[in-house]
């Protein structure tokens, strides 16, 4: 890199020879200040304190020593010639006393060629443009999919308008689909889901609109849909669709399956792996833009770090290749590299120790008296009785963590053990748990199977009430619970929904969630704690007017009583604890002014 400055009129030249490129910028600017010490030295003299140390030569000059400081702090300290008024050598307080100085100066006039670009060169901007339309080019000229093609999972293909992936899955697994929108306008995706050759309902939307390039969605089929073959269609536009089944991270075999596509740019992908387990890695050759594809497949026992083994390979199209490693070679991560125009699909497989079997012991045979039979009740459970039986700690820690993780398949799988759906864990349902923890797609997966909507707890806790709090998915798991028809009425706690605002206002999706509720049944009068605070009381005492609006626009009661007395009137005339500013001072008289305009007292 070589750089020019023009002092007198505050313009730098940065030159790259090697790219024939360059780039101009003021000398007095910021880019100059962060990468030319001797322009930040210039700007640190006029801004902050200096103070002159003595006086030393350096590359034969006469210099003042000064050192520059801010708040008692030391910023740098310089050696400035008075001959040259240019500063020769700086310092910085550093650990490693970092500094720089001018050697060899030649004082001579210098000609004005010397401060402009030298022929040949381009700037760095008109060169970023031109490579930025090459790529552009290169793009729109890359191969997409615009009829129908059928395959297997994991596979990946772009795909233009007309075009349709029709992949084989296995309907034991969710389905996770992958858009990825390549065109700077919009992009139209349908989706469909098959049982043996008929189209299926599915717990997903069937359309899909991605607006701007690089846009992407992921959503999951869940396996409850038991499909076995999905299609994709592009109505308008172009995308990358990649669609792989969801391994379960229960399953005692740890595998991973994944699709590598490139185009004009190679990709590097990595996993971790369980180093204590024996490897088997498959890798099959599927280039959507040629016939071959080559990547390369680093081994490593640390975190991307202390190689064990590296591979490079060419593989056609259908050819696959194997690597195996035992436990002892203790292989923590693996790499991918995917060269320009290649396609791959991977399996990473790395299974369980079997356990040596123990003889069993001869069976013992125990008469017991037979246990009475319990009539089953349709309809609601009665409030605080289970509705089935307790699950024991080592079996609530399994689904627990299926919850947490949206593992469907960990959780079906046990239920197809004969876990009973209505199981309680924790004071709960499954149900329960599930809207508390996971996402919308669980919560239709345990309806679809039994699990009892309206059952309370002795509290009044229902599904619909521990679904609000979900922290991560209440948006979607509430009304999935309205949708099943879970029972709603004036005790529904709306006020946990009420709770969801951010700077004085109710978040959109609170707004579009009350109103749900509401027009099934809720009141927005529905109070909380032993003094019956209504939740626009809540707002009077913040001074909030957006959501004190909302509620009393959907009817709640503007008179409404604590057990103490209180009105949201009284509420909010109280002098608050903490000092309000002007703006909330204004918000809370026109909080006031509402009230009073609706009745208050």
Not at 73 to 79: A, G, N, P, Q
Not at 109 to 132: C, H, L, M, N
Not at 241 to 257: H, L, P, R, V
Not at 417 to 437: C, E, F, H, I, Q
Request: glycine share 6%; aromatic share 6%; with cysteine.
């Amino acid at each position: 890199m070589v750089v020019i400055v023009d002092q007198k009129s505050d313009m730098t030249i940065a030159l790259d020879p090697k790219r024939k490129q360059y780039m101009e910028t003021k000398t007095s600017g910021m880019f100059s200040l962060m990468n030319d010490p001797f322009q930040s030295a210039r700007h640190t003299e006029a801004k902050y304190k200096k103070t002159l140390l003595g006086r030393e030569k350096i590359s034969g000059y006469a210099c003042e020593k000064l050192r520059f400081e801010s708040n008692k702090k030391e910023l740098m300290t310089v050696w400035k010639s008075k001959k040259l008024a240019f500063f020769l050598k700086i310092t910085l307080p550093d650990k490693k006393h970092s500094f720089i100085q001018l050697k060899n100066i030649k004082e001579r006039s210098i000609e004005d060629d010397r401060f402009k670009v030298p022929a040949g060169y381009t700037s760095q901007e008109e060169a970023r443009k031109r490579e930025k339309q090459k790529r552009e080019r290169e793009e729109a000229a890359l191969p997409v999919v615009t009829k129908q093609v059928k395959g297997e999972v994991p596979w990946a293909r772009r795909i233009g308008p007309g075009g349709e992936m029709r992949v084989k899955v296995d309907p034991k697994k969710s389905v996770r689909f992958k858009f990825e929108n390549l065109i700077k306008g919009e992009s139209v995706i349908t989706v469909k889901a098959f049982s043996k050759g008929r189209p299926i309902k599915m717990d997903i939307k069937e359309t899909y609109s991605l607006k701007g390039k690089g846009r992407s969605t992921k959503p999951l089929l869940g396996m409850q849909n038991r499909a076995d073959e999905v299609a994709i269609r592009v109505q308008k536009g172009k995308i990358i669709a990649t669609i792989i089944n969801e391994e379960s991270s229960f399953a005692k075999d740890k595998i991973q399956t994944f699709f590598m596509l490139t185009g004009i740019r190679k990709f590097t992908q990595g996993k971790f792996l369980v180093s204590k387990r024996n490897l088997r890695l498959v890798i099959t050759g599927d280039s959507q833009d040629g016939t071959e594809s080559r990547f390369k497949v680093q081994f490593y026992k640390g975190d991307y770090k202390d190689k064990v083994d590296e591979s490079e390979t060419v593989l056609k199209n259908g050819r696959s290749k194997t690597w195996e490693y035992p436990a002892s070679k203790g292989i923590r991560t693996l790499e991918i590299t995917l060269a320009e125009h290649g396609g791959i699909k991977v399996r990473i497989e790395q299974p369980a120790f079997k356990k040596a079997v123990k003889p069993r012991a001869p069976a013992k045979i125990i008469t017991t008296a037979p246990k009475k039979r319990i009539k089953k009740v349709s309809g609601k459970t009665a409030p605080g009785k289970s509705p089935g039986p307790r699950l024991s700690r080592k079996q609530s820690r399994i689904i627990i963590k299926a919850l947490n993780a949206n593992d469907i398949a960990a959780v079906e799988s046990e239920l197809d053990k004969g876990m009973d759906v209505n199981s309680m864990l924790y004071g709960g349902t499954l149900l329960m748990r599930a809207a508390n923890l996971s996402t919308a797609d669980m919560v239709r997966m345990l309806i679809s199977r039994g699990a009892d909507l309206n059952y309370r707890t002795r509290r009044g806790d229902d599904a619909l009430s521990v679904g609000m709090s979900n922290s991560r998915h209440w948006k979607e798991v509430v009304p999935a619970l309205v949708k099943a028809g879970i029972t709603i009425d004036e005790k529904t706690p709306i006020w946990k929904l009420g709770f969801k605002t951010k700077r004085g206002k109710l978040l959109p999706e609170a707004k579009k969630t009350l109103n749900l509720l509401f027009a099934k049944g809720a009141s927005p009068d529905c109070y909380t704690g032993s003094k019956k605070t209504t939740v626009i009381m809540y707002y009077a005492k913040k001074g909030w007017l957006d959501p004190i609006k909302f509620f009393l626009d959907h009817g709640a009661n503007v008179n409404a009583r604590t057990t103490d007395g209180r009105t949201p009137l009284s509420i909010a005339l109280k002098k608050p604890r903490r000092r309000e500013k002007e703006s909330q001072k204004r918000e809370r008289q026109e909080v006031i002014k509402l009230l009073k305009s609706r009745g208050a007292k």
